[in-house]
Nanobody, 129 residues
């Protein structure tokens, strides 16, 4: 079992920045990938960024490339999402997720929420124009 707790959400104006944190507890040696997802009202959950825990390779949604950065602190068992140049369309509930099943996964599915096993409760990000 892995427990995930997100923090760092809030309200900012367009062009601003926020850093989200995801603290993991429990069986923290199990996750092989960690990811950030978001869901806006009336929309499906979408993958934002993912990181391979062992190798630190990263993957981003096209909509956030160059603006968002995912990183990890293994000692703190925490994954971060640095969000810069925020836009109103980034407004959503942001969720942290952990994948504990087999490490082999198609690259094209890394940002698919079905591939992740544990989820946090979410943190709200609101960007005003």
């Amino acid at each position: 079992q892995v427990q995930l707790v997100e923090s760092g959400g809030g309200s900012v104006q367009a062009g601003g920045s926020l850093r989200l944190s995801c603290a993991a507890s429990g069986d923290t040696y199990s996750p092989n990938y960690m990811g950030w997802f978001r869901q806006a009202p009336g929309k499906e959950r979408e993958g934002v960024a993912t990181i391979y825990i062992v190798g630190s390779s990263r993957r981003y949604a096209d909509s956030v490339k160059g603006r968002f950065t995912i990183s990890q602190d293994n000692a703190e068992k925490t994954v971060y999402l640095q969000m810069n140049s925020l836009k109103p369309e980034d407004t959503a509930m942001y969720y942290c997720a952990a994948r504990t099943r087999g490490e082999w996964i198609l690259t094209s599915r890394l940002l698919n929420s079905d591939e992740y096993d544990y989820w946090g409760q979410g943190t709200q990000v609101t960007v005003s124009s």
